[in-house]
Each structure stands twice: as structure tokens, then as C-alpha cells.
């Protein structure tokens, strides 16, 4: 890496080495970011967040009725919530939690979309109160569920309030003239539907590793394509439903386009609805060498298959990206506490397994820089990056080229910026990082840092 020279993919757009041969971030100094706000930090280029929401949006033009939703478990943070709001995103969310994380980062409830495969009837009652755009449905018990709920607020005096379709328009679900007619007694209480996808697991599976591989016949989510036919016909003939149309999200971190061609293959043979969502699951650089399909490429594939396959031109076209709208937005930095040299060098940093689970529960790789010189891979010494907790497999990166490292150096891992955040601890009582704006050189904080007051604020004396 050449001094005042672009960083790889893996970096956040924009990202460069400065003249004092240091990384910098959204135009700010990793190391002086290192002494303002302590480490570990998890650092976001909000540009790069931007630009990845503005090229999934732009993409998504040449299909017409196309919707980008934000995958928010990526990065449930609310500026970042709030920045994909601004920018006219949908929110996908698989939780209460996340819910009320969308709706107070600024996203109106028809903006949301809502999955889980253990929706609680709170859960499925506060999104009906929200009067969010689309529940997909994934089992038969939450079809009971749904049914009981809106039966009961039938019932109730004021109705549910939640998002309905009044049975035309483009987003309407295609039913037979019988259930147009004749709404049902529940619609009559409800005085509309709610908008209901199912989802499908087609039975694709991308290549992936099996703990993010999701659209296998064998899967806890979604209707196989066996059941999926039931699962049709019941909702139909649910009182206060409206089938808008099916959802699958086959698997996360796809560095191929195959598998998604087939996935919209398969889903067309359900039959004609006025609504796919299509998921998420696009791949990103955690290491140079690793070279995901463009932005631009994917949702071209999807929009290509989908022609392919038949699917009406006015029909909308849902996507969910998560990963692939944060990943290499964020790194993280972290200051090396000690070097350790037996058989390995080990290189013990100030953060790990709180902050980032990815290489732990998937074996996920990541590379790992000094923040203040390049180092060069043909002479620099092997380490393995490891955490600060309690186990031996606290390992963020192995075999990562140092050069001569030292404790006080500032360690940055690019890519951290889908799931670690969202997956961080309190592990061996480690308050969990802030998050930190960088943009044109100015940075700001928008999570805190935790502190060991928050550790006990739970407590009940
Ligand atoms: N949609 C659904 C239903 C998911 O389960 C996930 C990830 O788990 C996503 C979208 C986002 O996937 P990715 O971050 O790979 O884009």
C-alpha cells in the first residue's frame, strides 16, 4: 500500500492512506480517532453507507416497482437506521426490538416489513399497531396466531389500526372475484386486510456457510415448497388477510449470482402474485482477494431472472439487503495491549469476541492493519490477532501479516460494519464500543460507549 493511495474494497469508499502513512476513514486519522475516542471503536464512513443505499436504489430503477429494504439486523443502530430512512429505504426488522428501533430511527410503519420465525403475539400486535407495510408469514402456528389477534381486535372498539390494502392498486394481492366481492366479516370489522407475503424456502441452497444458508427444503424458516401450497390456500380463505405474495431469503454472504437465478426460477413455479421479495443475501469483501458481484450486478441478475421467469412487469419487487449495505462501511479499531511469542506471535488487542462474533460462530476471516504503517506481506511477521476474553477460540484474525507490532499500536479490521455491532456482548463484563461517524474529516459519535454503569443499570435491589 502506497502512501496517499485508495485502500482495497475491503476499506470504506473513500479510505486512503495519508500522508503520515496512516488509514484514514471518511477523511479522518485512524490513529488520532484511536486517541479521541479510546478502542475498540466501530468506525462508519457515512458516505460509503449512502452511496451503497443510493446504488441498490438506482439499480433498482430499471425494474420500476422495486423496493430496497434494509436488512436492519445487520447494523440495528438508529443513526444508521435513520441515514437509510433519509435516504427512502424500506426496514426490514425480526424483532420488537427491531421494530422499535425502526420506528424511532424515523421509518414510518408502512415503510416496515416484518419476519421472524417466532413472532410473538406481542410482536405480531405491536407490528398491527404500527401499521407496518408487510408481515411474511413463515409457519401455519403464526397463521393461527395472526387470525386469533386480528378476530380479536375485530371485536374490540377502536379495530386494529395496522396497514391494510383496501383490495386494488399495484400492491394488491390477486384473489379470486369471490373474495373480492364479498369482503368477510372480519375485513367488515377491520374495514380492510392486512398484507401478508409467505415465506418460501426453495430449496437453493448457495454456497455459503451452513449456519447462514437458509433456503435449503430442511430449514427452520419458511414453508418448504411441499407445505407452501396449504399455507396459500389458508391465508386466502383467512379472514382479514390479503396474500400479497411470497418472500425467500436463501442464504447470506453469496459471492455468486447462480444461486439467486435459481431461487427466482423456483419461486415463479408458485404461481402469479403482485408482490416477490426476493431477500438478501449478497456477498462482501472481507479480504482483498475476494471479489463479490456489484451492487449493480445483483439486483441486474434478480431483475434478469425474474424477465426470465415470466413475472408480470408490474408486479413489485422487494430486496433486503443487510451486509451488503453496511459491511465495508465500518471498521474497527483496536489497541494492542500485548505481543506473545511462543509457537505463534500472538497479538492481544482490547476488544474480540464482544465486539466482533463472526469469526467465532462462522470462522469468518478478516483482515487486520497497523493503523500507522503499511506492512508489508513478503517480510512482516505472521500473528494471530486475538481478543481479550476467556477462551481460547477469542481469535479475530489468523495469519495476519504485522509488521514488527508493539503494544500501544492501533489495529484496524475492515469490514466490521454488518453484524458486529449487532452481535456484540457484555462478555467478561466488557462494556461494548460506540460507534463513530466519519465524514469529509469530522467524526461524532452516534452510539456511546457502554460504561460500567451500564453494566449494573439492569440491577433490581
Ligand atoms: N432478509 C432476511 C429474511 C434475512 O434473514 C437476512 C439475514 O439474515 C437478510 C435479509 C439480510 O441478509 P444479508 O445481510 O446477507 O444481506
Not at 449478497?282 to 450486478?297: D, T
Request: with cysteine; aromatic share 6%; charged share 25%.
Amino acid at each position: 500500500m502506497a502512501i496517499g493511495t485508495a485502500l482495497s474494497q475491503v476499506f470504506p469508499l473513500g479510505s486512503r492512506l495519508n500522508e503520515q502513512g496512516r488509514i484514514e476513514i471518511g477523511g479522518c486519522d485512524t490513529v488520532e480517532l484511536a486517541r479521541e475516542f479510546g478502542t475498540p471503536a466501530y468506525i462508519v464512513a457515512e458516505d460509503d453507507l449512502r452511496a451503497r443505499a443510493r446504488a441498490f436504489v438506482q439499480a433498482g430503477r430499471e425494474w420500476g416497482n422495486f423496493q430496497v429494504v434494509f436488512a436492519s439486523k445487520a447494523f440495528p443502530c438508529t443513526a444508521v437506521m435513520s441515514l437509510f430512512a433519509q435516504e427512502g429505504l424500506w426496514c426490514d426488522v425480526a424483532s420488537g426490538g427491531e421494530l422499535h428501533l425502526a420506528l424511532n430511527a424515523g421509518f414510518p410503519g408502512e415503510r416496515i416489513l416484518v419476519h421472524g420465525n417466532a413472532k410473538s403475539e406481542t410482536e405480531l400486535q405491536a407490528a398491527l399497531e404500527a401499521g407496518v407495510a408487510l408481515i411474511v408469514i413463515d409457519n401455519f402456528d403464526e397463521i393461527d396466531r395472526l387470525q386469533t389477534i386480528i378476530s380479536r381486535t375485530a371485536h374490540a372498539p377502536s379495530g386494529p389500526t395496522a396497514h391494510v390494502r383496501s383490495g386494488d392498486g399495484p400492491h394488491a394481492a390477486r384473489h379470486t372475484a369471490d373474495e373480492a366481492d364479498e369482503p368477510n366479516a372480519a375485513d367488515e370489522a377491520a374495514g380492510s386486510n392486512i398484507e401478508v407475503l409467505l415465506r418460501a424456502t426453495p430449496d437453493v441452497r448457495g454456497e455459503t456457510h451452513e449456519k447462514i444458508s437458509t433456503g435449503q427444503a430442511d430449514s427452520k424458516f419458511g414453508f418448504s415448497m411441499v407445505d407452501l401450497p396449504l399455507a396459500i390456500e389458508r391465508v386466502r380463505a383467512a379472514k382479514g388477510l390479503a396474500l400479497a405474495g411470497i418472500h425467500a431469503h436463501i442464504g447470506s454472504q453469496l459471492l455468486e449470482l447462480g444461486p439467486f437465478r435459481r431461487e427466482v426460477a423456483a419461486l415463479a413455479q408458485i404461481g402469479e402474485f403482485s408482490t416477490w421479495d426476493l431477500g438478501g443475501g449478497l456477498g462482501v469483501a472481507y479480504s482483498e482477494q475476494q471479489r463479490p458481484p456489484e451492487i449493480e450486478q445483483w439486483v441486474g441478475a434478480l431483475i434478469g431472472a425474474v424477465r426470465e421467469a415470466g413475472i408480470a412487469e408490474d408486479a413489485r419487487l422487494l430486496v433486503e439487503p443487510g451486509r451488503s449495505l453496511t459491511a465495508n462501511a465500518g471498521v474497527t479499531l483496536y489497541t494492542v495491549q500485548s505481543v506473545k511469542r511462543n509457537v505463534s506471535t500472538w497479538v492481544a488487542v482490547d476488544g474480540g469476541m464482544s465486539d466482533n462474533m463472526r469469526p467465532m460462530l462462522y470462522g469468518s476471516v478478516y483482515e487486520a492493519h497497523l493503523a500507522d504503517r503499511p506492512s508489508d506481506p513478503a517480510t512482516a511477521t505472521r500473528c494471530v490477532l486475538t481478543g481479550k476474553h476467556c477462551e481460547s477460540g477469542d481469535v479475530i484474525a489468523r495469519d495476519v501479516p504485522l509488521e514488527d507490532p508493539r503494544p500501544g499500536d492501533v489495529i484496524v479490521t475492515p469490514a466490521t460494519g454488518a453484524y458486529g455491532h449487532a452481535m456484540a456482548s457484555n462478555y467478561n463484563g466488557v462494556p461494548r464500543p460506540p460507534v463513530v461517524f466519519c465524514k469529509d474529516g469530522e467524526a461524532r459519535v452516534v452510539v456511546r460507549r457502554e460504561s460500567y454503569d451500564d453494566l449494573t443499570a439492569r440491577d433490581v435491589r
